[in-house]
């Protein structure tokens, strides 16, 4: 803009200069000719005035002659002096109102022309720079205001370009930041540029570790730094499912990486968006297991059933005492068959999303009452002594029906585990909050590497004395999910060759 002014004021310069040396070299020219002309008149006035003195004095003609010619030259170098002096004031004079008329003229010009010019071009100059919210004055006089407009246009068009590309900016932040899979992009040189919530928890990273840094140098597990190291290598889409260990524990990451492709098919870097799998790893793990065990628990009483029926149905029928036999091998094997599809159907309809329980008040004696007529004949064959200390006035709120599945599953469990003449026992209390029922055996015992699976499908302990007893492995697995129905908890203590404790919790009434 300074250089702009300044040529303005140059070319102004110039220009002025150009009019005045013009105007002095005319009135050079002009000025002479008529002071001359004036100088003439008033010399021959002069002169004839001085010739009648002369006259009348008493001199030769020569002596006047020559007074005359002296005095016309002292009169004519005199009037030149003065015509010099005249000359100069009257030139400095037009010059000094000619520059007061220029000076004039060109400040109106630069105010009128130059004033606007240097406006738009530091509005320009703003909107290069991003100030899209400057505007350039419309003035018509100016004659820039067809200019003016297209700028001021130009600007408003630039600050709603601005505002939707913020907009857009902060909706894509809002979006990565809140997404559920990890993502990390990275540029051409190795740097991170973006990095979400998600990658920086799933991943353990500290975000002051992240931004602007070389991606090997931010703590990246090696099979991820691997699996960028190849997308670098290759440019092109790559999948994989990754495993990391950390803390003792194995997670599973699905990783998708791609190239960033710019304008022109030059190649930005690299975008990297992950998906914790590890839970379904782990519930593709227990559909393969639930379905080896489901399979195994079938094949066993169906294995027997057909194998004594064929043998039955080849003759052994004959023989009365083969023939009892075999039906009751063959009766126990179908019971065992009904309980594993009673037991799954029961899992599955717990197991249920939104799968809610009759509530309403239970007394847990009642229901302890009902369950021990039932385990009775069990207790007896193995002699096994039941202590009890029950609270006679306790009340939850629960589903009888599912309370005494709980209990009986306990309960049975308790007697299969114990060895003969031994102790099982069994209490009822509460505190503030819950109803309580514990059930302590003098067992096996569970060690406890496998407290934490034994809620889990087909899971045993022992797996021949449970399958022996006719258990399905599916007892303590429907306990947990009732309890859960009943927003209770379940609890177990345990040590080998000791015994088990299950304490459960149920909600109390509340009056």
Excluded at 163 to 189: F, Q
Excluded at 228 to 251: A, C, G, M, P, V
Aim: net charge negative; glycine share 6%; aromatic share 8%.
């Amino acid at each position: 803009m300074k250089r702009f002014q300044s040529k303005i004021l140059r070319t102004y310069s110039i220009v002025i200069g150009l009019i005045l040396a013009s105007l002095g070299l005319v009135l050079g020219q002009l000025y002479p000719i008529f002071v001359h002309h004036s100088t003439v008149v008033l010399i021959d006035s002069k002169m004839e005035q001085i010739a009648t003195d002369l006259a009348t004095t008493e001199l030769s003609k020569e002596e006047q002659s020559t007074i005359k010619q002296t005095l016309n030259s002292t009169l004519q170098n005199t009037e030149m002096a003065n015509e010099q002096q005249s000359l100069w004031l009257f030139l400095f004079f037009i010059l000094f109102i000619t520059f007061l008329v220029a000076l004039f003229l060109g400040a109106n010009i630069f105010k009128k022309y130059a004033q606007p010019i240097e406006h738009l071009t530091e509005t320009a100059m703003e909107l290069a720079r991003g100030n899209y919210r400057i505007r350039a004055f419309e003035d018509d006089f100016s004659g820039m205001s067809t200019l003016s407009n297209s700028i001021n246009i130009l600007a408003r068009n630039l600050h709603d370009i601005s505002v939707m590309r913020e907009t857009e900016k902060e909706r894509l932040k809002t979006l990565i930041e809140n997404m559920g899979s990890a993502l990390i992009m990275i540029d051409r040189n190795g740097l991170v540029t973006i990095v979400n919530r998600s990658f920086l928890k799933q991943l353990q990273i500290s975000f002051e570790n992240i931004d602007g840094k070389l991606f090997r140098k931010i703590g990246l597990p090696d099979k991820i730094e691997a699996f960028i190291d190849k997308l670098f290598l290759t440019e092109s889409s790559s999948r994989e499912q990754i495993q990391i260990k950390r803390n003792l524990h194995t997670y599973y990451m699905d990783a998708y990486g791609a190239p960033v492709i710019g304008e022109h098919g030059r190649w930005l870097g690299i975008v990297v968006v992950m998906h914790d799998i590890t839970e379904l790893i782990k519930l593709e793990q227990v559909r393969k297991d639930f379905v080896a065990n489901v399979s195994h628990e079938l094949k066993t009483p169906v294995t027997s059933i057909k194998g004594f029926s064929e043998t039955l149905l080849y003759g052994a029928y004959k023989n009365e005492d083969t023939l009892l036999s075999f039906l009751e091998i063959i009766h126990k094997e179908s019971n065992r068959l009904q309980m594993l599809i009673t037991d799954l159907l029961d899992l599955s309809k717990v197991e249920q999303v939104g799968y809610e329980v009759n509530l309403s008040n239970v007394k847990l004696k009642d229901v302890l009452d009902r369950c021990i007529e039932m385990s009775t004949h069990l207790l007896e064959e193995k002699e096994i002594e039941l202590a009890l200390a029950v609270e006679d006035s306790v009340k939850v709120l629960g589903d009888s029906n599912r309370l005494m599945q709980i209990l009986m599953n306990l309960v049975t469990n308790a007697i299969t585990y114990s060895p003969d003449h031994t102790i099982l026992h069994i209490s009822i209390f509460k505190d503030n909050k819950y109803g309580i029922f514990r059930i302590q055996d003098e067992g096996i015992g569970i060690s406890k590497k496998e407290i934490s699976r034994i809620f889990e499908r087909f899971y045993r302990v022992d797996r021949a004395r449970s399958r022996n007893s006719g258990g399905t492995g599916l007892g303590l697995a429907i306990v947990k999910h009732l309890v859960e129905a009943h927003h209770g908890l379940i609890e177990v203590e345990s040590e080998v060759g000791k015994g088990t404790c299950f304490t459960v919790y149920i909600p109390l009434v509340q009056s």
